[in-house]
């Protein structure tokens, strides 16, 4: 088990040291233990890692938040205002498209997201994000 919020607050704080012409805002509570280890915070923080890479405008912006949701849930939520990630990559990971040898997705960050959230049993969701860009979700158990 893990306190969601310390992690969400050192990759905030890494990625706005590395990406300074990037905003990056969090929204988190005080604290939030979910069911993981340190593979999480290697999964959360190549979502960001993705947010901001793949944003081609001159300043990013990037929103992580950490919520409670129904009794025993909570997310770990990636918002942008990056271009939306192909449809294809998504349905690969959530399941709606078979991968297959000469499609299977190139997205690993995705990929490490996916196996972490599902190895502590939550999953990892997508959504569009309140800017036009993407909210990727990792929801997890509450410990």
């Known amino acids: 088990m893990v306190d969601s919020v310390p992690l969400v607050h050192r990759i905030v704080d890494d990625h706005r040291k590395r990406a300074p012409s990037a905003t990056i805002a969090a929204e988190l509570p005080d ?9 999480l915070s290697s999964a959360v923080n190549s979502l ?8 081609p405008a001159p300043e990013p912006f990037v929103r ?22 192909p449809a294809d990559e998504r349905d690969i990971l959530t399941g709606d498209l078979e991968a297959t040898q000469t499609h299977h997705g190139s997205g690993l960050g995705l990929w490490l997201a ?13 959504d ?10 990792i929801r997890l158990p509450k410990a």
Not at 64 to 85: Q, T
Request: hydrophobic residues 35%; charged residues 30%.
């Open 31 to 39: 604290q939030l233990r979910v069911r993981g280890n340190g593979h």
């Open 48 to 55: 960001v890692e993705n947010a901001v890479e793949h944003n």
């Open 64 to 85: 992580m938040s950490v919520l409670r949701f129904d009794p025993g849930w909570a997310e770990i939520r990636v918002e942008d205002d990056a271009p939306k990630i």
């Open 114 to 126: 996916k196996w972490v959230a599902e190895s502590y049993g939550g999953e990892l969701l997508f």
């Open 128 to 137: 569009e994000s309140d800017r036009g860009g993407n909210s990727v979700r």
